[in-house]
């Protein structure tokens, strides 16, 4: 068992295993979360529920996941990065088998709520270790590697759970997210490293005026709400073309589905030029490539349909690859910039960036909803993404360059 920290680098060769293991971990979220979903009619009659009680197996879980971040940030710096995420990862272990004992919905609702606090710990302390290892651009591409997994663990999750399903019933389901989470634990116990820096403060009293001093330094509000205003479009077509596609089109659920599929490519993408770039440009430059990209992409989706009244999902799909490149560009930079303002709270600076961009993207897919209730295309769809992105653009110009050039 290794706990010696491997030497920091700024420009060395990429430690792939522990990149594999920093992948497994932040994919056991989005897994945990999606390979659910094709279960959800089976459970409302396995469980003799109704569908909304059911839902909240998901909507919890996604509140959870967000409010735990918060948590287990500061507590990483507070008490390390493997401790931490080896008690996150067990929770989630131990609760996944427990759940397929659970008799009623409200034994499953509370196992969900569990499981997502567990798994938010592979989210948010994996970027802690990467900016623990890294400087601040070579982060970035190492975060834009690494956050690969939550876009590859909801394209393969709903497949895999309606399969384990259909046959073997909702319980199988559970079972595989243990195995998952066991082996995510077993690894990191043997092998990851403690990469808290040794001069980072542990007494509570340094640790609370590091983090004091984070939460005055408007550059790192700029990055956190860059990374949610620049996330947030894709979560406006989440909540929004479901219906535009399906009801206004009348297209069916698999043709979405195949869509959506392949909108995922444009963010792998993104993320994959990140990793090779971040270095030579920096977080800043490709933090405004990626603005400028999701801002023509969406300003295209808004001309197309309004120009096209028989719109097909070709005419909102295609733009959204572009859309979905630059929130690839823009994600890992942000989450990379926010936290390196203090790289001694690098733990609190992810938890809070991981809840505010999942908090914007919660009430992105609630709103969008509203605006669609009676409009006959997508437009209101595409204009929210376009206003989405725009204070995106505020962020970084108010918080972001303009304190940079004071200093």
């Not at 295993?17 to 089976?42: H, W």
Request: aromatic share 8%.
């Amino acid at each position: 068992m290794r706990n010696t920290k491997p030497s920091t680098s700024s420009s060395g060769a990429t430690n792939w295993r522990l990149l594999a293991l920093l992948m497994l971990m932040t994919g056991v979220g989005p897994a945990t979360l999606n390979i659910v979903v094709p279960a959800l009619p089976t459970l409302v009659k396995a469980l003799a529920t109704d569908t909304a009680t059911v839902q909240l197996t998901l909507s919890l879980y996604l509140f959870s996941f967000a409010t735990a971040q918060l948590v287990l940030g500061p507590l990483s710096d507070r008490f390390g990065r493997r401790p931490v995420i080896l008690a996150a990862l067990a929770l989630n272990m131990l609760v996944s088998f427990a759940a397929i004992a659970a008799s009623s919905i409200h034994m499953l609702i509370v196992a969900r709520i569990l499981q997502a606090i567990g798994a938010s710990g592979g989210v948010v302390i994996s970027r802690a270790i990467i900016r623990d290892l890294y400087d601040r651009d070579r982060a970035a591409g190492m975060i834009g590697l690494v956050t690969t997994a939550m876009v590859i663990a909801p394209m393969v999750a709903p497949l895999i759970g309606g399969l384990l399903d259909t046959a073997f019933g909702w319980e199988a389901i559970f079972v595989a997210i243990a195995l998952l989470a066991s082996t995510a634990v077993i690894w990191a116990y043997f092998t990851l490293p403690e990469t808290r820096p040794a001069a980072a403060p542990q007494s509570p009293g340094l640790l609370i005026d590091e983090w004091r001093r984070l939460l005055r330094h408007p550059r790192f509000y700029g990055y956190v709400l860059i990374g949610a205003f620049g996330s947030a479009p894709f979560f406006v077509f989440l909540g929004g073309a479901p219906h535009v596609v399906i009801t206004l089109m009348g297209r069916s659920s698999a043709e979405y589905g195949l869509w959506f599929a392949v909108m995922s490519f444009g963010y792998m993408s993104g993320n994959f030029t990140v990793s090779r770039l971040s270095q030579r440009f920096g977080v800043d430059a490709l933090i405004v490539a990626g603005l400028v990209v999701e801002l023509i992409g969406c300003v295209v989706t808004v001309a197309l349909i309004a120009t096209f009244k028989n719109a097909t999902p070709a005419l909102i799909f295609l733009p959204q690859l572009v859309v979905s490149y630059g929130n690839g560009l823009l994600m890992a930079n942000s989450i990379s910039g926010a936290i390196s303002i203090r790289p001694q709270a690098a733990g609190s600076a992810s938890g809070m960036a991981g809840f505010v961009q999942m908090s914007v993207g919660a009430a992105s897919t609630q709103i969008v909803s509203f605006l669609l209730v009676g409009a006959a295309t997508g437009l209101p769809m595409a204009w929210m993404a376009v206003a989405a992105i725009s204070l995106g653009c505020v962020a970084y110009v108010a918080l972001v360059r303009t304190p940079m050039r004071r200093e």
